[in-house]
């Protein structure tokens, strides 16, 4: 397991608080400790999972663009 988030946009802060808010709606009550805890855990697991999965996207578009990009001499317009 990767462990705790050090740094955490907005997005992804209201996105945990969204999970808690949606668990605790969906007990009908407060989460206790260990609940919460579950829950954020699962949150931050889904959030690494999204980043890995971006940073994956990127490379690949980065690397789709390297492969496209090829600088030739333009042709002049009288020969």
Do not use: I, Y
């Not at 999965?53 to 090829?70: G, I, L, M, N, V």
């Amino acid at each position: 397991m990767a462990g705790r988030l050090h740094v955490v946009s907005k997005t992804e802060k209201q996105f945990l608080d969204d999970a808690v808010f949606a668990a605790e709606r969906a007990k009908g009550k407060k989460l206790s400790g260990p609940e919460k805890k579950e829950v954020l855990r699962v949150a931050r697991e889904q959030l690494l999972g999204q980043r890995e999965a971006e940073a994956a996207k990127q490379a690949r578009a980065e690397e789709r663009q390297a492969a496209e990009f090829t600088w030739s001499k333009p042709e002049p317009f009288r020969r």
